[in-house]
């Protein structure tokens, strides 16, 4: 079956660095957009970035260009982010994102990794 597992997260102070991992099964990889979510206290989820399928294209939320990057890894069915410069408001429970753009049904979802940024 589909599964998409994040790892990685945890505690870290302003200024510091992780990286996120997403690692998944169950459906051909190298044919889906992948994609970062994220949801804080109290928000909607939104996007952080993503990684296209065909050409690697990449796009970033403006709240995290030029501290955030996406990369994928298809031998390894993987996709991380590397964050770094990270802000307090970066805390949010961090979710994997598979899909075919233009399938509606072809969309799946990992149970997320929180990140905490607190000194």
């Known amino acids: 079956q589909v599964q998409l597992v994040e790892s990685g997260g945890g505690l870290v102070q302003p200024g510091g660095s992780l990286r996120l991992s997403c690692e998944a099964s169950?459906?051909?990889?190298?044919?889906?957009?992948l994609g970062w979510f994220r949801q804080a206290p109290g928000k909607e989820r939104e996007g952080v970035s993503c990684?296209?399928?065909?050409?690697?294209?990449?796009y970033y939320a403006d709240s995290v260009k030029g501290r955030f990057t996406i990369s994928r890894d298809n031998a390894k069915n993987t996709v991380y982010l590397q964050m770094n410069s990270l802000k307090p408001e970066d805390t949010a429970v961090y979710y994997c994102?598979?899909?075919?753009?233009?399938?509606?049904?072809?969309?799946?979802w990992g149970k997320g990794t929180l990140v905490t940024v607190s000194s």
């Open positions: 994102n598979a899909k075919v753009l233009a399938s509606p049904t072809l969309n799946y």
């Open positions: 990684i296209g399928a065909s050409d690697g294209s990449t």
């Open positions: 169950g459906f051909p990889f190298d044919h889906y957009t």
